[in-house]
């Protein structure tokens, strides 16, 4: 059964290689720097829109950086209603909601504040105002009939890239199964990258988003899918991420190190949104759903592991990023170890956890299979991975004493 399931996932991989190719080739329009929230609401004026639903979360509410957008908003000419709602891995709970304040307050674009979760629940929110239906009928690829609200964004973390790509991701709060949605209208049309907007991250957030971004630059880097410009894409993510997220973690009012990593998430998205991701992601989303592990936690976490499982298949390209943060001597195989390595160090650098706390070990099983499902039909992966083998490294990442007991 399994040489079966190897053949099909590596037919798939050759399916998804020949799609990559049509991918639309565009970014959004772009304002990097302090007066770049500024120069978006501008923008959003001149396109005649004048009323946005800001999506965003309480904590960013409370600790007035929404204030801050909207007041730019407002020297524009353009009025805001603020949908506060989202949290952590928003639910299809939070999309309704939003779009209910959406169109009761007669909303005519909408403006993403916040992280990864506030972007996905604002691009559903959008593309459900334009397409009228549920969120089930838009789960899937390319189930987005027509063009979106007007739709920007303004990232606070350094991390998601979800400005740049063009997918989401929704919870069922009743199965907290992961709801996946992709489509090329779902990218923002204009963002703001703005680093005085990510001085008061918390280390902790500053760190594990930063690793985030690494995650999807390497696994973009890795995939069967990688072509020249995407890999270029990538190496910038990837040489920004090991030369300023240290900064950025010990001192968050670094704004060279934020705007650094502000550029790394971006490029970083630009590239995954091209070529998918792969095991890491397929093993983060579990730990997100069934214990709620922040996602770039959990990408950082799983990410040694799945380079180890892989580097025999992903020698070459890991061999090229070990080269591209200074390591340069050895054969590939020893550069490749090198890279590792070196991600290790930078976990251990920014207080990342090697090991995931909340894990059990009658839970990995479970975790496995849904794991390899995923990742069977979505990412080209340079190594196909079986349950069995995925349910061993996720043993290596039981906390120390689960992993003595079992």
Not at 114 to 141: F, H, Q, V, W, Y
Not at 223 to 233: D, I, K, V, W
Request: hydrophobic share 45%.
């Amino acid at each position: 059964m399994e040489a079966i399931k190897r053949v099909l996932h590596h037919w798939m991989v050759a399916v998804g290689r020949i799609m990559s190719r049509f991918l639309p080739d565009r970014v959004p329009v772009t304002f990097v720097g302090d007066d770049a929230v500024r120069e978006l609401s501008g923008s959003i004026a001149d396109m005649g829109i004048e009323k946005v639903l800001i999506v965003t979360d309480a904590m960013l509410v409370d600790v007035g950086i929404v204030d801050r957008v909207t007041k730019s908003l407002g020297e524009a000419g353009v009025s805001s209603s603020v949908y506060s709602g989202v949290e952590p891995d928003p639910t299809v709970d939070h999309v309704e909601a939003g779009l209910a304040q959406l169109e009761r307050d007669a909303c005519d674009g909408v403006v993403a504040v916040g992280g990864g979760s506030p972007m996905d629940a604002s691009k559903m929110i959008a593309a459900m105002a334009t397409n009228g239906r549920p969120l089930d009928k838009l789960e899937g690829m390319l189930k987005v009939k027509r063009n979106t609200l007007p739709l920007f964004a303004v990232p606070t973390t350094a991390g998601t890239g979800s400005e740049a790509t063009v997918a989401a991701v929704v919870s069922d709060p009743r199965t907290h199964a992961k709801k996946f949605y992709l489509d090329p209208k779902l990218m923002p049309s204009m963002a703001a990258l703005d680093p005085g907007l990510m001085t008061g991250l918390p280390a902790p957030v500053t760190a594990a988003t930063g690793m985030d971004a690494l995650t999807h630059a390497v696994e973009s880097f890795v995939a069967e899918t990688s072509n020249e410009q995407t890999e270029a894409y990538a190496k910038i993510a990837v040489r920004l991420v090991f030369a300023n997220l240290p900064k950025a973690y010990e001192n968050g009012e670094d704004l060279a190190a934020r705007k650094a990593m502000a550029l790394a998430s971006y490029y970083a998205g630009i590239a995954f949104t091209r070529t998918s991701v792969g095991y890491v992601h397929a093993i983060a989303h579990n730990f997100g759903a069934l214990y709620r592990t922040p996602h770039g936690l959990a990408n950082a976490i799983a990410l040694p592991h799945v380079l180890e499982f892989s580097k025999n298949d992903a020698t070459p390209q890991l061999a090229r990023l070990a080269e591209l943060i200074g390591h340069s001597e050895g054969s590939d195989a020893e550069k490749a170890g090198r890279f590792i390595e070196a991600v290790r160090d930078l976990m251990a650098q920014v207080g990342i956890p090697y090991t995931l706390q909340a894990l059990r070990p009658d839970d990995i099983p479970a975790i496995a299979k849904r794991a390899c499902a995923e990742a069977f039909l979505n990412y080209p992966v340079p190594r196909y991975m079986p349950q069995g083998e995925c349910e061993l490294l996720l043993r290596k990442i039981l906390p120390s004493e689960s992993a003595a007991q079992s």
